[in-house]
């Protein structure tokens, strides 16, 4: 099981806004809160922005090495499509809206959303992988 996943961001207060309304409808709760860190609970996974003084780079680049994406499940197909309508008011924008919700294959049903530093999320419906 994952314990833990920490992400170096270039802007706290604008991380805290993208991925604490993000986590907050994903069903996770404020954990923990520092001067340059805030991290979200869910179980015993939790996820954690920080605002580091030994970053390198001011933007994340998922195309490079390394991370690529973190795919969340995201309830109902129905709550997909709200998270999705929702998230650029919070910062995050649609990827691959062109074949929205089927960009991962037909079978597949997600939203697919970067936000302002660079990283991308994937939100799967429960029955994403079910022929309908």
Not at 4 to 31: I, K
Not at 32 to 38: D, F, K, T, V
Not at 91 to 96: D, E, I, K
């Amino acid at each position: 099981m994952l314990h833990h996943v920490e992400l170096w961001v270039p802007d706290l207060r604008r991380a805290v806004h993208e991925w604490g309304w993000l986590l907050g409808r994903l069903g996770y709760d404020s954990y923990q809160e520092w001067p340059h860190g805030r991290s979200w609970r869910q179980g015993t996974a939790y996820l954690v922005v920080e605002q580091s003084s030994a970053m390198t780079g001011g933007h994340h680049d998922r195309m490079r090495p390394g991370l690529n994406h973190l795919a969340f499940h995201a309830g109902s197909r129905h709550q997909v499509d709200a998270l999705a309508a929702e998230a650029p008011r919070h910062g995050w924008a649609p990827l691959f809206a062109e074949r929205y919700p089927h960009a991962g294959g037909p079978e597949h049903y997600a939203a697919y959303l970067a936000n302002s530093d660079g990283f991308e999320v994937e939100l799967v419906a429960a029955d994403a992988d079910v022929t309908s």
